[in-house]
């Protein structure tokens, strides 16, 4: 693992979207589905696993209860408090979690991992060529890198939600890259070749993360509301121009339609994701 101590690089303009809410919230409703995500990729005592992207250690933590050695890293202060506090209430000592930028891991040396893992992570970097060329770096030769990433116009939850509060919020700003390109194939593939990776090394799964909240759908839809950096923005857009209401009935209508719990005081909304292998 990485001698580092510091990654702080505040050049990535992400870090003010991710740190605004309290993405915690609902990372709490993903912890069931972050554990079994893990126990499928052959996670054994001693391997060297980065979490890029990691919040306060979804998949983090179950990679490091497995014996492995964890770095993980994410742009945002809060998150990185909040997983470093999990980390000293479960006493783990094989894991650490500091704040670094997916676009240039600072201080973490070449082939340094024998897994990097980035759910949800690192396809919200900009700059994805930069990514990919990171990630392929520290990866040892022989190694893996496994990443989650939302496809975009996939009907259920994630995808949707992304989808709808774009149409709320003003344009992007000239050059921006939607994180949604990192579901589509043949992006991954133009990404990782430039970073030197055959495309014949490299292989897709779709596969399920399951949310599960213990109150109603609707109330979920507020958790969003409330501290998920591109909902909060919509929400914030929406409101200046008096379509705030419409917002949340547009997202209520998903939520409700996307629940699978029967019962009505709980949630479970599955939301598809495209399962990306590398070998290096």
Known sequence: MSDATSM???TNPNKALWEKGDFTRLAATMRESGTELISKLDITPGMDVLDLGCGD???ALPSARLGARVLGVDIARNLVAAGNKRIEEEGLTNIRILEG????LEG???ASFDLVVSIFGAMFAP???DVAKEMVRVTRPGGRIVMGNWIPGDPTLVAQILKVSAAYTPPPPEGFISPVLWGIEDNVKE???QAGISADNISFIRDT???QAPFPAASFVEQFR???????NAFDAAEKNGKATELQKELEELFVRENRSKDPDKTSIPATFLRVTVQR
């Not at 930028?101 to 240039?104: E, F, I, R, S, Y």
């Not at 409330?226 to 909060?232: A, I």
């Open 8 to 10: 702080q690089n505040t």
């Open 57 to 59: 250690g979804t998949t």
């Open 101 to 104: 930028d997916a676009t240039h």
């Open 108 to 110: 973490i040396a070449d």
């Open 127 to 129: 700059k994805p060529f």
């Open 191 to 193: 990404r990782f070749g």
């Open 209 to 211: 993360y399951t949310f």
């Open 226 to 232: 409330l501290y998920y950096g591109p909902t909060m």
